[in-house]
Nanobody, 119 residues
Framework: QVQLVESGGGLVQPGGSLRLSCAASGSSFTFYVLGWYRQVPGKQRELVATITAGKSKNYADSVKGRFTVSRDNAKNMVFLQMDSLKPEDTAVYYC?????????????WGQGTQVTVSS
C-alpha cells in the first residue's frame, strides 16, 4: 500500500524557516514527479513546488527564491526547505507523488502538515 507521510510543519515567526519532509513507502518513487502543494480553507489546493525524476524543479511564483525542493531517491523522500516565510504561506502543505505510464496515472497524496506563519 502506497503511503506518503509529511512531517516538519509547525508555527514559525515571519522571516523564519521550516523544512518539510515527506517519506514515501509502498513503491519505488524513483520515476515519479514529487511535489508539494498547499491549501487554505475556502481555496483550491495550489502547487508550491515539484521535482522530476531528473531533478528538474518548478516553483510557484509566490515562493521562488524562498523555497527549495529536493529529493533523495535512495530514501524515497522529498523535502521542502522554506525560508523567509510570510504570513501568506500559512496553509496545510501536502506531499504528492505522480507518475503516468502506459495511459495509467498514479497519483498519491499525504495527509498534510500544518504550517502557520505568525508573530
Amino acid at each position: 500500500q502506497v503511503q506518503l507521510v509529511e512531517s516538519g510543519g509547525g508555527l514559525v515567526q515571519p522571516g523564519g524557516s521550516l523544512r518539510l519532509s515527506c517519506a514515501a513507502s509502498g513503491s519505488s518513487f524513483t520515476f515519479y514527479v514529487l511535489g508539494w502543494y498547499r491549501q487554505v480553507p475556502g481555496k483550491q489546493r495550489e502547487l508550491v513546488a515539484t521535482i522530476t525524476a531528473g531533478k528538474s524543479k518548478n516553483y510557484a511564483d509566490s515562493v521562488k527564491g524562498r523555497f527549495t525542493v529536493s529529493r533523495d531517491n535512495a530514501k524515497n523522500m522529498v523535502f521542502l526547505q522554506m525560508d523567509s516565510l510570510k504570513p501568506e504561506d500559512t496553509a496545510v502543505y501536502y506531499c504528492n507523488a505522480y507518475h503516468s505510464v502506459l495511459s495509467s496515472d498514479y497519483d498519491y497524496w499525504g495527509q498534510g502538515t500544518q504550517v502557520t506563519v505568525s508573530s
